[in-house]
């Protein structure tokens, strides 16, 4: 179900919000149900009930929750004078205030958990101690507004009181009874420290309040407004109003607000406006509003049902594509990619809201998603732990499904599939051996993201980054933190970059981020030059998508310097600015093999130029193997520097093999060394532990002065020798590699893809095409049916042109927006691509 925001808008004037929030009053005895419904139903989603805390699936949960509590309750004891936990300080630092109220909350939650120790469950002296610290906070180091708000405002306007909503919500009778003042002031000062809204509300217009924070937020204003009693049922109202415009499906040419953030109608996730983040944000997002279903069920307030559907539908097109065997693919982590927990916890983050999800909804859908739980946990190298789900009644429902013999494991994705996130530059590539991830940028979508200390080397990730996931494979031991800890920042896999060495925006500035509030563009931490220059830097292309044609992809990209280089004489003096390197790339996507084309590569400033094939890493102890040969047809075994015609990186260890196959390429630089490096290089807040990895890098060189040259290659997942050698003379031949033109055949798929670039007429074999386009085209049945998928990876054209010589054909079947006519010499397909966004239209040809 696809809700376009521009249609939900209008839905929700013209029909009372599209009738999830019912437009009728109720009397104030069904309001008062409602209310109390909907506390309770919170208490349940994190504390649990007595049915599902009886089970044992959720012992491990309940342990847990028990010793965080009684850390938090003895850090309290030993507190010294002026301290609330024992080393925690406050009034300057707001992330330990938020740190604070977190640990009270944990405490809280101990005492509303059945099956916890009796000591704890039911404790009214334990409750007695939150409230008292919930007084001492507001009285010291919240309640005064002229001292508050320093720092990051996502503490001040969400996590705070994230915190504060829900220990109220489990303590409201004993708050109460013993500090009924404590209510009515926390929630008028939540509302004063809402300052990038309007009035202590939300704010449909402000930056700060869209996506995942805005669920946030609203989520929050709800659980606030059922504690209020019969006077925060308007707040309640205006929050879900508020909130069900991110179920809205983003149209990028009626933004609403000039909202960018949210779903994409191709699967696509953004926030932070041009960052592509569904495995950060937006697991946070989809994890919120599923919570918020759950909260909501049964109090009248809304018909969370109507809503189901969309919310599958997310799943379904865009976090089952990023997920493979139970690890979340890095390239949309955003910042997030430096941290500690691996692939496989944000994975487990996802399964917890589809199990969730698969409660509320109804036949074939609830089977679909309860099937796809069955299939992560098939597939992971790593075991889900129920114990880290947020809810007891997840976990319970959880162990139900697996052990329901009626729910067959499936996935969500075809065994085959390709799929273009084109709205957030992404392309991933699935086959049943393995899975292929790229991340591109443009104009329209960041290279990378930093923030707070995170990602602290980020210069290349959407500069045609991509990971090859290997299925079978503990991806811990291939990606996560470790890889960006071990692998050059500038040796990516897939990164062309200058050879140069990059610092560091704390090591530039001497802090998190570049602090010059008296220049012009008002650089702040919270600033929107900090973004637009710092933190999520968009590139300066135009040229970034890709056609998708059945299972078999195209992506293409102009590689570009970011904003900050093109505005640099606006940018103050002492701002640090770096000049990428150039190239022109495609990538086509096939069964065995992935080819990549690169055109230009060098760098107008003269400088010398990597283009890192791959670079992989493994444990030291793995054993691994390099084997090739040369051009002349010699065998060679690595590592070192070779005219290579193919190579092969084998460990046998994880049972995994990678080959590359260079279809024109120079000499091949090959290293495979131990790296050792502390975490903190990453992300200041890890801890400074060293982690040792055996990295591989297989690098092609252009020396510094030399003139723009151009690359093809291919890798081949899972390859042996033997089918490296039989490419010798196999089904791939690259027709065109330039900076106007890209393209390939593969005789055994009888299939031709082409990226061009430019203006003007583009020939290859049995393919015209006319401007800017990707397209790919197959014959089939002896070339009686030819299939065709055209794009606009430019967002900007109106009509893609194709010409397809040969006689006409008999019969057409073609996507509206496709007009197929023959002319003299062949066939004219013409594409509608006004305001697509890149999304593919295909038609089918029978002769």
């Known amino acids: 179900m696809e809700l376009t925001r521009r249609r939900l808008l209008s839905a929700l004037s013209a029909t009372g919000l599209l009738a999830v929030v019912p437009a009728g009053r109720v009397s104030a005895a069904a309001a008062a149900a409602g209310r109390a419904r909907l506390l309770a139903n919170t208490v349940a989603v994190f504390a649990g009930t007595a049915a599902s805390n009886a089970r044992p699936e959720t012992a491990g949960k309940l342990a847990a929750v028990e010793k965080t509590a009684r850390t938090q309750l003895t850090s309290m004891d030993d507190a010294g004078a002026g301290e609330l936990f024992a080393g925690l300080a406050l009034g300057t630092d707001e992330a330990n205030l938020n740190t604070a109220y977190r640990r009270l909350y944990e405490i809280a939650l101990a005492t509303r958990t059945p099956g916890t120790a009796s000591d704890l469950y039911g404790s009214a002296a334990v409750q007695r101690r939150v409230i008292d610290g919930l007084g001492w906070l507001h009285e010291r180091y919240y309640g005064d507004q002229s001292k508050g708000y320093y720092g990051n405002?996502?503490?001040?306007?969400?996590?705070?009181?994230?915190?504060i909503s829900k220990t109220l919500v489990l303590l409201a009778d004993a708050v109460a009874a013993h500090r009924p003042d404590l209510l009515p002031a926390y929630v008028a000062s939540m509302d004063a420290y809402l300052r990038n809204g309007t009035g202590g509300d939300v704010d449909l217009d402000s930056r700060f309040h869209t996506g995942a924070n805005l669920a946030d937020i609203t989520t929050n204003r709800i659980l606030q407004g059922a504690l209020l009693g019969e006077p925060g049922e308007a707040r309640i109202r205006k929050a879900l109003t508020d909130q069900l415009t991110v179920f809205a499906t983003i149209d990028p040419y009626h933004l609403d607000h000039g909202v960018t953030d949210g779903h994409y109608a191709d699967g696509s996730f953004i926030q932070h406006a041009s960052v592509a983040y569904t495995g950060s944000y937006g697991k946070g997002l989809l994890t919120r509003v599923v919570q918020t279903l759950k909260v909501l069920d049964g109090t009248g307030f809304a018909h969370g049902e109507e809503l189901v559907p969309t919310v599958s539908g997310w799943v379904r097109n865009g976090f089952a594509p990023l997920m493979f065997e139970g690890w979340m693919m890095e390239i949309v982590k955003g910042r997030a990619v430096s941290r500690t927990d691996s692939g496989y916890t944000d994975a487990a983050v996802v399964v917890e809201a589809v199990v969730d999800l698969s409660s509320l909804a109804a036949g074939a859908a609830a089977t679909a998603l309860k099937s796809y739980v069955k299939h992560v946990r098939a597939t992971s190298r790593a075991a889900l732990d129920p114990a880290r789900f947020v809810s007891p009644v997840s976990i319970v429902r959880y162990a139900d499904i697996l052990g329901d013999a009626a729910v067959p494991a499936a996935d969500l994705n075809a065994p085959a599939r390709s799929v273009a996130f084109n709205a957030m530059d992404r392309t991933v590539h699935r086959r049943p051996g393995y899975a292929f991830a790229l991340a591109r940028s443009s104009d329209r979508i960041s290279k990378y993201e930093y923030m707070s200390g995170e990602n602290l080397m980020p210069w290349f990730q959407g500069d045609g980054a991509y990971h090859l996931y290997l299925a079978g494979q503990d991806q811990t031991q291939a990606y996560g933190v470790d890889y960006y800890t071990t692998v050059s920042p500038y040796g990516l896999a897939g990164v062309t970059a200058p050879v140069e060495q990059r610092r560091t925006v704390p090591e530039l500035y001497g802090k998190p981020y570049y602090d010059n509030p008296g220049h012009p563009l008002h650089f702040t931490p919270s600033s929107e030059s900090q973004n637009t220059y710092v933190y999520f830097p968009r590139g300066t292309n135009q040229y970034s998508g890709g056609a998708v044609l059945g299972a078999y992809g195209a992506a293409g990209m102009v590689q570009s310097d970011d904003v900050t280089h093109r505005d640099r004489h606006l940018l103050p003096d002492d701002f640090v600015v770096y000049r990428g390197a150039t190239a022109t790339k495609s990538w086509f996507l096939l069964d065995d093999e992935i080819v990549v084309l690169a055109a230009d590569v060098g760098d107008a400033a003269g400088r010398a130029v990597t283009t890192t094939v791959d670079a992989r890493t493994a444990a030291v102890s793995d054993r691994t193997t390099l084997t090739g040969v040369r051009r002349d047809g010699r065998p060679w075994t690595g590592p070192g520097t070779a005219d290579l015609r193919w190579l092969r990186y084998a460990n046998a260890t994880q049972g995994t093999a990678v080959g590359y196959l260079f279809l024109d390429a120079p000499p091949v630089r090959v290293t495979l060394a131990d790296v050792t490096r502390s975490r903190r290089t990453v992300r200041t807040a890890n801890p400074d532990t060293n982690v040792t990895r055996s990295v591989l890098g297989v690098t092609l060189d252009t020396p510094a002065g030399a003139q723009p040259t151009r690359i093809a290659y291919a890798l081949l997942p899972n390859a042996d020798d033997d089918r490296l050698a039989a490419h010798r003379h196999g089904p791939l031949r690259v027709l065109a590699n330039s900076a106007r033109l890209q393209a390939v055949a593969h005789s055994g798929l009888r299939l031709t893809a082409a990226n061009s670039f430019a203006p003007g007429?583009?020939?290859?074999?049995?393919?015209?095409?006319?401007?800017?386009?990707?397209?790919?085209?197959?014959?089939?049945?002896?070339?009686?049916?030819?299939?065709?998928?055209?794009?606009?990876?430019?967002?900007?054209?109106?009509?893609?042109?194709?010409?397809?010589p040969g006689r006409p054909p008999r019969k057409v079947t073609a996507e509206p927006g496709v007009r197929v006519r023959g002319v003299p010499g062949g066939t004219r397909v013409e594409v509608d691509t006004h305001h697509a966004y890149g999304r593919s239209f295909t038609a089918t040809l029978r002769h």
């Open 153 to 163: 405002w996502f503490h001040w306007e969400i996590g705070i009181s994230q915190h």
């Open 761 to 804: 007429w583009h020939r290859v074999q049995g393919l015209h095409v006319h401007g800017p386009a990707s397209v790919i085209l197959r014959r089939e049945h002896r070339g009686a049916t030819v299939s065709l998928a055209v794009s606009d990876p430019t967002m900007g054209r109106d009509t893609v042109t194709v010409l397809l």
